[in-house]
């Protein structure tokens, strides 16, 4: 596929699941096959940005979305971000556009998507899944929920103070000199502290204190049936220093999908597109282009 000039980022917006409005941004030339984009969970669509500009510049059509009650995306009244909530989200804005997408997810957007291909039907060009699997550690989803809920009601005192925690949290990525892009993820109330941009139901559940929504997001048997399902291209990429999806867990999946490629991102950690991006965009952009081929 030829590459084409790049254009965007654009604003664009989406109907989810039950009428919930998705916010996302479209980059390169709207001719170019699509390709969405889908974050992980507690991330905004801004986790993508350079792998946006990169498949853009390659000749892609990308959109990058906030999942429903993440970053500019609405929050559904009834507080429902059980993974059949996610999925159909990402059914609906793959139906929206021109010809089906090449979905790539990473985490709770691999999940997600997974579940929208393999499960509700979402016709999908390729499915790419960002160090998640149907079977995952669960040391790693206890570090990641940890984090998340530590400072969720509390916020921070500064985009400094923020820095620090993340960099204690994830200790193998330079800390940034800039900080702009991390007040893309934060947002200022009106008591001065900085809290993170997606809704405190999304970890607590919609009446406080219950799991439904993680519990929905890792049923390795559901995702075992969606993923034999599938009849997509997948592509599976792991960070060779994940704590959340090992090489026996990558393995697993790769035993019930054999037809499915795997990339191993050395240096890299959960969050792969962000500790090596380069190396992520090596690792993806040989497969698309011999998707687009096809």
Same mark, same amino acid.
């Given at each position: ?20 409005? %998705? ?13 969405? #984009? ?41 507080? @429902? ?26 985490? #709770? ?12 039907? &979402? ?5 790419? #899944? ?13 570090? %990641? ?20 925690? %993340? ?32 809704? /405190? ?18 049923? /390795? ?12 291209? %997948? ?8 704590? $959340? ?32 991006? @380069? ?5 993806? $952009? ?5 998707? &687009?081929?096809?």
């Amino acid at each position: 596929m030829s590459a084409q000039p790049a254009t965007g980022p654009t604003p664009v917006e989406f109907a989810g699941a039950g009428g919930v409005r %998705i916010a996302g941004d479209r980059s390169g030339d709207l001719s170019g096959p699509p390709v969405v #984009l889908l974050h992980g969970g507690g991330q905004t669509r801004q986790s993508w940005r350079r792998t946006a500009e990169g498949l853009a510049d390659a000749g892609w059509c990308a959109y990058t979305v906030d999942l429903r009650g993440h970053g500019d995306s609405g929050w559904p009244d009834d507080g @429902d971000y059980r993974a059949e909530a996610f999925a159909g989200d990402v059914a609906a804005v793959a139906s929206s556009l021109p010809s089906p997408p090449v979905l790539i997810g990473a985490s #709770l957007g691999g999940v997600t998507s997974l579940l929208a291909v393999g499960e509700l039907g &979402a016709a999908a060009r390729g499915l790419v #899944l960002v160090d998640v699997a149907p079977r995952i550690e669960q040391a790693g989803t206890d570090r %990641i929920t940890s984090f998340m809920l530590a400072r969720a009601e509390e916020g921070f005192a500064s985009l400094e103070e923020a820095a620090d925690a %993340i960099a204690a949290y994830n200790p193998h990525r330079p800390r940034p000199a800039d900080l702009s892009g991390l007040g893309k993820n934060l947002r200022r109330r009106p008591d001065g502290r900085w809290r993170w941009h997606w809704d /405190p139901r999304f970890m607590r559940g919609p009446s406080g204190g219950t799991d439904e929504t993680r519990m929905s997001l890792v049923d /390795p048997e559901r995702l075992e049936s969606a993923a034999r399902a599938v009849r997509a291209p %997948i592509l599976l990429v792991r960070g060779r220093q994940s704590d $959340l999806l090992s090489e026996e867990g990558a393995r697993l999946f790769l035993a019930v999908v054999p037809d499915a490629s795997y990339a191993d991102v050395a240096g890299a950690g959960h969050m792969i597109a962000g500790d090596r991006n @380069d190396a992520f965009n090596d690792a993806i $952009l040989p497969w698309l282009e011999a998707l &687009a081929e096809r």
